[in-house]
């Protein structure tokens, strides 16, 4: 069982972009993104449930970031705007069962995709 995350590339910064993630009909309570820049340890991102319910987000990209599912296509959107240089990173998916206390704990997810490259040129 693996995740597929795709949609990455290079944007300037205050740009748009889209990463997606297809995920398995299993469905989990709860899916994420997580980032990694260079040298940098993995960062939550969002998260969101099953029904779309359980929304949350990191500080740094509320009201940037917009995190969504599509049940019918088993897929997991984040719609990113207004990035920024900081924003550059590895993009991962993952799904799982964590608790609510734990959603944006990346121990609370067993399943990840392969990531995606996301850059932003300043």
């Known amino acids: 069982v693996q995740l597929q995350a795709s949609g990455g590339g290079l944007v300037q910064a205050g740009g748009s972009l889209r990463v997606s993630c297809v995920a398995p009909?299993?469905?989990?309570?709860?899916y994420a993104w997580f980032r990694q820049a260079p040298g940098k340890e993995r960062e939550f991102v969002a998260t969101?449930?099953?029904?779309?319910?359980?929304?949350y987000y990191t500080d740094s990209v509320k009201g940037r970031f917009t995190i969504s599912r599509d049940n019918a296509k088993n897929t997991i959107y984040l719609e990113m705007s207004s990035l920024k240089s900081e924003d550059t990173a590895v993009y991962y998916c993952a799904a799982g069962d964590p608790i609510l206390s734990t959603v944006s704990a990346s121990e609370g997810y067993r399943v990840w995709g392969q990531g995606t490259q996301v850059t932003v040129s300043s």
């Open positions: 009909a299993r469905g989990f309570r709860s």
């Open positions: 969101i449930g099953y029904t779309g319910n359980r929304i």
